[in-house]
């Protein structure tokens, strides 16, 4: 059972929905794979923080166990257990696609026109409409993870400090990796992609390819990072959350809260991290985070903005 709950903010007027669905592992922002019952928030967003917050919920049989959830072409694509594919044009009516494939998809990001998606043993997937997929070869059996597009690349990161990189999703290409760690998650930010994962691992890259390491400042798990409005924003075990003027230099802010914090995402107006126990957090300048209505969620691990729309995937 699919459990959606809209939470309406006053002060707002743009709508954003927050669809949680069963996971089972632990991987990044837009990633994971899990077990237990899928809930779903929603919340319309605006320019101002919130101040109250009134909840209903709609139920929706839904039996996948999905792991992560990206936009592209007017569409939220999420990706699961065995190969499940659903996609949605409106948020609230998933359709079931064929991926052909039967591994664990754990991410998926679009680019190109394309949707692609990662996971089990080295599995890539592609489609250009989200319905008819296409397995590639990867080259690698690693459990892949995090996967990104950004300056006309794909990258995909995984476990033992696997990084692939791709210009155009289907011919793939080992990077010289700088660790032999988790490496958990990877977003393209701003001008360059940003790795992070095991003991605060961090890493640039501005082409996929030739990556460095940058001092995060912490050796706890970041499990996820983000750019907007001149900072970078990155997030992680325990609450922390580090922040960024030039994505070089990090300092940490008070999340005032300590449970891990899985996904960092920017949906317009403001900065969301989500993560262990449901939790909600929102900043309007990634420095002061506020508690934001809790989602009812065991965990909430990534999300995927677009038409005005989050969908947020967890337990």
């Known amino acids: 059972m699919l459990n959606i709950h809209r939470i309406n903010k006053t002060s707002r007027t743009t709508l954003v929905a927050v669809l949680a669905l069963s996971l089972a592992l632990l991987p990044g922002c837009g990633g994971g794979g899990g077990a237990g019952a899928p809930t779903a928030v929603s919340s319309s967003q605006g320019s101002t923080p919130p ?165 995060s400042g912490v050796t706890t798990w970041l499990f996820s990072v983000c750019y907007a409005n001149g900072l970078f924003v990155a997030v992680g075990e325990g609450g922390t959350v580090r922040i960024s003027a030039d994505g070089l230099t990090w300092q940490g802010v008070a999340s005032g809260v300590d449970q891990a914090l899985m996904c960092v995402a920017f949906d317009g107006n403001e900065f969301l991290a989500l993560g262990e126990g449901g939790t909600i957090l929102t900043s309007v300048n990634g420095v002061s985070w506020a508690a934001g209505t809790n989602s009812g969620s065991d965990w909430l691990y990534g999300a995927a903005v677009g038409s005005g729309t989050v969908i947020t995937v967890g337990i």
């Open 51 to 215: 101040s109250t917050h009134v909840s209903a919920k709609l139920s929706i049989k839904q039996g996948e166990l999905l792991n992560a959830v990206c936009f592209g072409n007017g569409y939220h694509v999420a990706v699961g257990d065995a190969g499940k594919v659903l996609m949605t044009s409106d948020q609230l009516t998933w359709t079931a696609a064929s991926s052909g494939s039967d591994a664990a998809l754990y991410g998926v990001t679009y680019g190109q026109g394309k949707f692609l998606a990662v996971g089990a043993d080295g599995s890539i997937l592609v489609s250009s409409n989200a319905s008819t997929w296409q397995k590639v070869d990867s080259g690698n059996s690693e459990m892949l993870y995090g996967a990104a597009y950004g300056n006309g690349r794909f990258v995909v990161t995984g476990t033992n400090g696997t990084i692939l990189n791709s210009s155009d999703g289907v011919t793939w290409t080992a990077a010289t990796s700088p660790t032999s760690n988790w490496i958990y998650s990877v977003s393209w930010c701003k001008d360059r992609f940003l790795a992070t994962g095991e003991g605060g691992a961090l890493f640039a890259s501005s082409d996929g390819s030739t990556w460095s390491a940058v001092n």
